[in-house]
């Protein structure tokens, strides 16, 4: 009797200490049946450990694909009676979304020296997880701004420098305009010639509206008209 105390002290404090770590502490045998688990791992089933006892992870909703994971990697460990640290491993919580874990498994032998059940102990790494992928994301979202901002730059020094050679294109011909004779028809060409320079001129806006860019717009200002309306005011 003294001995069976013992033994019931002993596990009792047991369960305590891993009652009051925040990693997830259980055992399973071959078929994947829980024989022990913690109250941070029933926490994270929104169960107790007494109902989470005996029952899988089907019970509790883990797809097939996940739990074939799961046991392949436990079978791995018994059969090679050597513990073995599984980087990823994934169980699902109380709201149905999945928490990703590192879990070291333990083999535990018989007095016969084989082995049909494991111990696992569990860190949590969905968070982790999480904000390696927020990482990633962010980094993507910077390329993409710096490969937007380079393909700018580009487009707006192309779009300046047609803008250069554009400009004979679209103040030549009104000059020519006053320099011919009114009934020449070379002021038919000349008139088609500012039309596709101010066609191709549009096009330019658009091509640094693209890079992000305002060009200077240029406006002829009448300084008579000007300092009459300002006299007159």
């Known amino acids: 009797n003294g001995h069976k105390l013992l033994i019931s002290r002993e596990l009792a404090m047991l369960t305590n200490v891993m009652d009051m770590v925040s990693l ?32 899988t992870d089907k019970d509790f909703g883990l797809c097939d694909e996940l739990i ?10 018994m059969d090679s009676v050597m513990e073995k ?21 333990r083999p535990i032998l018989n007095e ?17 997880k999480e904000a390696a992928k927020r990482e990633k994301a962010l980094k993507e ?14 487009a707006s020094g192309i779009a300046h420098d047609l803008n250069n050679m554009l400009s004979p294109l679209l103040g030549y011909p009104e000059l020519i305009h006053e320099m011919i ?5 070379s002021h038919e060409l000349l008139e088609e010639i500012e039309k596709a320079a101010k066609q191709a001129s549009g096009l330019i ?20 008209n000007m300092l009459e309306e300002f006299l007159n005011s």
Request: aromatic letters at 6%.
């Open 85 to 105: 640290t599984f980087p990823e491993e994934a169980i699902k919580n109380r709201e149905g979304e999945v928490i990703w874990l590192q879990t070291t498994k």
């Open 24 to 55: 997830y502490v259980y055992a399973k045998d071959r078929d994947g049946v829980y024989l022990m688990v913690n109250e941070a791992m029933a926490t994270a089933y929104n169960t107790t450990a007494n109902t989470m006892v005996g029952k």
């Open 205 to 224: 806006q658009g091509l640094l509206t693209m890079a992000r860019r305002n060009t200077k717009q240029t406006e002829v200002i009448d300084m008579n």
């Open 141 to 154: 979202k910077i390329g993409k701004s710096e490969k937007m901002e380079s393909v700018g730059v580009l």
């Open 112 to 128: 016969e020296g084989e082995c049909n059940i494991v111990l696992c102990i569990s860190e949590i790494l969905t968070e982790r």
């Open 181 to 185: 004779p009114t009934e020449n028809p």
């Open 68 to 77: 074939g994971q799961n046991m392949k990697h436990d079978h791995e460990v």
